[in-house]
């Protein structure tokens, strides 16, 4: 059963959820610079397949293999938990729909996991971190890696919270091995999937999509539900403030990354400078005002770049906002 088959099979269960399948592009037929302008700029989710054709992970990464090359390994699965490597793996493949097993998702893969990282070269594209890497970004947010993460579960397994990603950026995942489910809900809908009312909290009260309780989350219907499967080698864009949640269909590896574009900086501007991150007004100002500084500088150099790509110009300034990673060469 495929995507669509499944959202309308759910459809029939349940008639009163509204539920669309995410939009499907081959990458042989999206060039970066099309799926930026359709995609980031608009805000629109969508599933690239066969994304990354060249990543050896694609051959190499299976259950078998984290449990014997990193067996011994420790890590941080999920909120308060750490296993290492032999019992992760085999909780994940005793997991069930009915008992579902844990799901590594606390793992970055450069701070981490840095063994795995010639596996997943030349990275994906369509991931690629944008303005994390500007020298320009506050150290606070640098990230040229795009914080990629490590994601590892079994059938029935999820993200512990249905969610948006913080510092309203963009999520790039991309499936390695197995079959994953993604739920979106776009950021209209924000009033009917109950954010919890934890400040600086992006989480949704909503606990079970596929059953959700009415009486609960009465409004829970009005909302539209964009569903799709990802499988090897496939992509899932999740644009900014797009509440999403994961299901494993099929025991899961795969990896995830943040970006953020001149897109959804104004929205990362006024996420940084909330009350909420704890800082008196005279310092929210201060960090407004570097940060709108910061972004004008960094929409110059990506201009540049854009308009006169072989200019000396253009690549002499371009380590200050690389637009893609040859850019930044």
Request: aromatic share 10%.
């Amino acid at each position: 059963m495929n995507s669509t088959q499944a959202a309308t099979a759910q459809a029939v269960a349940d008639p009163d959820l509204k539920i669309l399948p995410i939009e499907r592009r081959l990458s042989k037929d999206l060039p970066y610079d099309v799926f930026l302008r359709e995609y980031v700029v608009k805000n629109r989710p969508v599933i690239i397949e066969n994304a990354v054709p060249q990543w050896n992970a694609l051959r190499v990464w299976t259950p078998e293999f984290f449990k014997s090359r990193f067996g011994t390994y420790t890590v941080d699965v999920t909120y308060g938990v750490k296993m290492n490597f032999v019992e992760l793996i085999d909780a994940v493949l005793a997991s069930t729909t009915e008992k579902p097993g844990p799901y590594l998702h606390k793992v970055i893969i450069h701070q981490d996991m840095p063994e795995l990282l010639p596996d997943m070269t030349p990275e994906n594209i369509y991931g690629f971190p944008q303005r994390y890497c500007s020298p320009l970004m506050p150290k606070h947010w640098q990230r040229p890696d795009g914080f990629l993460k490590l994601l590892i579960g079994g059938v029935g397994g999820k993200f512990p919270l249905m969610h948006f990603d913080v510092d309203n950026s963009n999520a790039m995942i991309t499936e390695i091995y197995g079959d994953k489910e993604f739920v979106l809900f776009a950021p209209e809908d924000t009033p009917y999937v109950y954010p919890t009312p934890n400040p600086g909290s992006p989480t949704s009260a909503v606990d079970d999509l596929d059953h959700p309780d009415l009486n609960r989350f009465p409004l829970f219907p009005k909302a539209t539900q964009y569903r799709g499967v990802i499988r090897p080698g496939d992509a899932a864009f999740v644009p900014s403030r797009w509440w999403h949640s994961a299901r494993v269909v099929s025991t899961s590896i795969s990896v995830c990354t943040n970006f953020v574009h001149r897109a959804n900086w104004p929205g990362f501007v006024t996420e940084a400078c909330d009350p909420a991150n704890g800082r008196g007004l005279a310092g929210r100002l201060v960090k407004r005002t570097y940060l709108n500084m910061a972004g004008a500088a960094m929409q110059v150099v990506e201009t540049l770049q854009q308009k006169f790509p072989n200019a000396g110009l253009s690549r002499r300034l371009s380590f200050l906002s690389p637009i893609s990673r040859v850019g930044s060469n």
